[in-house]
T-cell receptor, first 117, second 114 residues
Framework: DTGVSQNPRHKITKRGQNVTFRCDPI?????LYWYRQTLGQGPEFLTY????????KSRLLSDRFSAERPKGSFSTLEIQRTEQGDSAMYLC???????????????FGEGSRLTVL | DQQVKQNSPSLSVQEGRISILNCDYT??????FLWYKKYPAEGPTFLIS?????DKNEDGRFTVFLNKSAKHLSLHIVPSQPGDSAVYFC?????????????FGQGTTLQVKP
């Protein structure tokens, strides 16, 4: 399978715990994105990387959230001191360096669902 | 502030008929619009896009119409098939940044009945 891979697919945690999600993009894609989707809403942009550089972060990404892409390949998204409001689907996507709007080449993974009790 | 809105949470149509999904936006800086389809337990997949310099783009059974003056776009699926049953997201971007930072609507769940 050469698509975007995310794990774990589902994480249940207690409020206050830390969680980490991993994303493995399509190998030749050097742009990687994180989105968050809550129930009844569309995906919301969180952050994106060009290789290992984090180029933009949304205001949605509070200081409890940190994303890394240390070697320009896989990425991790860590949430510290989780809150119930963090419960959502966390989607990772990847693309070529120049996003092609004609073909919409933003490839999404299946997502990691977080449930905070 | 919801910059992209899909006001119909759900739509049900009969197989073979036309499905029309609507989307409104507020930001006049948006110059590219995309539709994504999402099946349960899968990530969204790209369906069709349109530039703001066009008013129509067609790809097989799927056509997207853009009305810039009304800040409105619609996706037409003709004929609708049961396999089209999914959640459809409208998304927009200001291309100047040339990034994959898309603003999504809330989604419309389409059910196509056999």
């Amino acid at each position: 399978d050469t698509g975007v891979s995310q794990n774990p697919r589902h994480k249940i945690t207690k409020r206050g715990q830390n969680v980490t999600f991993r994303c493995d993009p399509i190998s030749e894609h050097n742009r990687l994105y994180w989105y968050r989707q809550t129930l009844g809403q569309g995906p919301e942009f969180l952050t994106y990387f060009q290789n290992e550089a984090q180029l933009e972060k949304s205001r949605l990404l509070s200081d409890r959230f940190s994303a890394e892409r240390p070697k320009g390949s896989f990425s991790t998204l860590e949430i510290q001191r989780t809150e119930q409001g963090d419960s959502a689907m966390y989607l990772c996507a990847s693309s070529q360096p120049f996003f092609d709007f004609n073909t919409g080449e933003l490839f999404f993974g299946e997502g990691s669902r977080l449930t905070v009790l | 502030d919801q910059q992209v809105k899909q006001n119909s949470p759900s739509l049900s149509v009969q197989e073979g008929r036309i499905s029309i999904l609507n989307c409104d936006y507020t930001n006049s800086m948006f110059d590219y619009f995309l539709w994504y389809k999402k099946y349960p337990a899968e990530g969204p997949t790209f369906l069709i896009s349109i530039s703001s310099i066009k008013d129509k783009n067609e790809d097989g059974r799927f056509t997207v119409f853009l009305n810039k003056s009304a800040k409105h776009l619609s996706l037409h699926i003709v004929p609708s098939q049961p396999g089209d049953s999914a959640v459809y997201f409208c998304a927009a971007s200001a291309r100047a940044g040339n990034t994959g930072k898309l603003i999504f609507g809330q989604g419309t769940t389409l059910q196509v009945k056999p």
